[in-house]
């Protein structure tokens, strides 16, 4: 299982596009979160409005940014600073998350949220997870991630719009 963990933070790189990070927990809960910005190391938060939280299971429900606040993502991967948390996460406040991680994977935190709207994903707020996936979201086809910046902002965005697609959210601005 050790290098499991070792594959994760590998494919959830800077510079890699959006990404979905999918946890399932020892409690049997399922969640985790849709990243429309690549994962870049940041001792504060970052990312925009086209990122969510989401929970699979028990229940199926989507949190997409309320505007209470700017907090969507966190990156902060090898600080020695005891005020900046040491790894990835999602919402709320720094060490009360919407959803967070240890650099080490092994641990993490998930607690209510006003920048999603969300509740604690999990059954309690210290989580152990059992199994962590990060899928990233690339361009379709040969033409790789230079192509994905050409045409029309519609064309450009086509990937984040299909992915919002899925869990029903496209036509939201409409």
């Not at 997870?129 to 994905?148: L, M, N, S, T």
């Amino acid at each position: 299982m050790e290098s499991e963990w070792v594959i994760v933070p590998l494919k959830c790189r800077n510079d890699e596009g959006p990404t979905v990070l999918i946890i399932k927990d020892k409690e049997g809960y399922i969640y985790g979160c849709y990243s429309s910005q690549p994962w870049e190391r940041h001792s504060d938060f970052y990312g925009d409005m086209k990122s969510f939280l989401f929970q699979i299971f028990p229940k199926a429900s989507i949190f997409k940014p309320t505007g209470a606040n700017n907090n969507i993502q966190w990156c902060a991967v090898n600080f020695s600073s005891d005020s900046i948390p040491n790894g990835i996460g999602f919402g709320g406040r720094v060490n009360h998350f919407g959803l967070f991680l240890s650099a080490s994977f092994d641990e993490g935190q998930t607690f209510p949220c006003t920048t999603f709207g969300s509740p604690c994903l999990s059954k309690i707020n210290q989580i152990q997870p059992e199994v962590i996936e990060c899928w990233g979201v690339i361009p379709k086809g040969p033409q790789g991630r230079q192509e994905a910046w050409k045409g029309t902002i519609l064309e450009r965005f086509k990937e984040d719009r299909n992915m919002l697609n899925m869990v029903g959210l496209a036509n939201s601005s409409e």
